[in-house]
């Protein structure tokens, strides 16, 4: 039985886990990390615990929906008492990112701005596309509720990253985040990243190739944030036995 430890338990998609966790025959909740107290119930087996390292301790592998700053001490504690770690926060910084890496140095570290299977395949679509449609504007559209924090989405930047190398080019130079008054032409490597917000939308994505005469639009529609949830549990499942690494959820899936 693997014990799993959740980082974020309070939160949407944390709450989720703690439900589907109960449905797995080869896992079981062990502990769950917070800042003050649960303002729920739960099973008295479950260590709930402010401190890291009997957070820690007390797990075989660590899940993690929480905040940027919050997966940083994360990051920098199972750096001095090593977990696998399912890393599923977005909006990290490049600082931040550097931490996984060096985690993964030492611990399995999966790491995932989506934890869903269409986004798995999507990406690899929006890569082979960009690769085939040579001289189509790409155009990339997030929505997302309104409680969501950072902007653009995990997920449209690393769309927006397999668009970018399925034509060769460094994604840092070529996106833009917003268009406001008189910006002139489209260049033709620009690749856009458009967020809106509003009402309870969990998740939607749209990569668009955009050409005269023609246009072909990919969209992926989460409709339950327990697509991710039970997503996390399948990537701590298979990422329990792994050798240390970076992993991403395209290894776990095993798609080409
Ligand atoms: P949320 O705001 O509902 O939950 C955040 C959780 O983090 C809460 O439990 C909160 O108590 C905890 N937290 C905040 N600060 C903390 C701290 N300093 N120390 C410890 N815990 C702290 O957010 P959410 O909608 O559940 O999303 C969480 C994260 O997961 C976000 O970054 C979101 O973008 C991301 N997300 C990822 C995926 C994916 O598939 N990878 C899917 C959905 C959301």
């Known amino acids: 039985m693997i014990k799993i430890g959740v980082f974020g338990a309070s939160g949407r998609v944390g709450k989720l886990l703690l439900e589907n966790i109960k449905d797995e025959k080869d896992m079981s909740l062990s502990t769950v990390f917070v800042r003050s107290s649960l303002d729920f119930s739960i099973d008295p087996s479950v260590l709930v615990t402010s401190d890291m390292h009997s957070f820690l301790n007390g797990c075989d592998i660590v899940i993690d929906f929480s905040l940027p700053e919050a997966c940083e001490t994360l990051l920098e504690e199972a750096i001095k008492t090593p977990k696998?770690?399912?890393?599923?926060?977005?909006?990290?910084?490049?600082?931040?990112?550097?931490?996984?890496?060096?985690?993964?140095?030492?611990?399995?570290?999966?790491?995932?701005?989506?934890?869903?299977?269409?986004?798995?395949?999507?990406?690899k679509l929006v890569y082979q596309a960009s690769a085939a449609l040579d001289g189509f504007d790409i155009e990339i559209v997030e929505m997302h509720h309104r409680h969501k924090k950072d902007a653009p989405s995990g997920t449209a930047l690393t769309l927006s990253e397999s668009a970018a190398s399925g034509r060769g080019l460094d994604i840092n130079k070529v996106r833009v985040s917003g268009r406001d008054g008189n910006i002139g032409e489209r260049t033709e490597d620009e690749i856009s990243v458009m967020a809106l917000r509003g009402g309870d939308i969990v998740g939607r994505h749209t990569v668009g190739f955009y050409n005269d005469g023609e246009f072909i639009e990919l969209n992926h529609t989460a409709t339950s944030r327990s697509t991710f949830s039970k997503g996390a549990l399948r990537a701590a499942n298979w990422l329990s036995d792994k050798e240390a690494g970076l992993y991403s959820i395209s290894d776990c899936l095993e798609i080409d």
Not at 95 to 115: C, D, F, G, R, W
Request: hydrophobic share 50%; proline share 8%; glycine share 8%.
């Open 84 to 123: 696998p770690l399912v890393i599923g926060t977005t909006g990290l910084s490049p600082h931040q990112i550097n931490l996984l890496k060096q985690a993964s140095e030492i611990m399995p570290v999966l790491y995932a701005t989506n934890m869903s299977l269409g986004v798995a395949l999507l990406n």
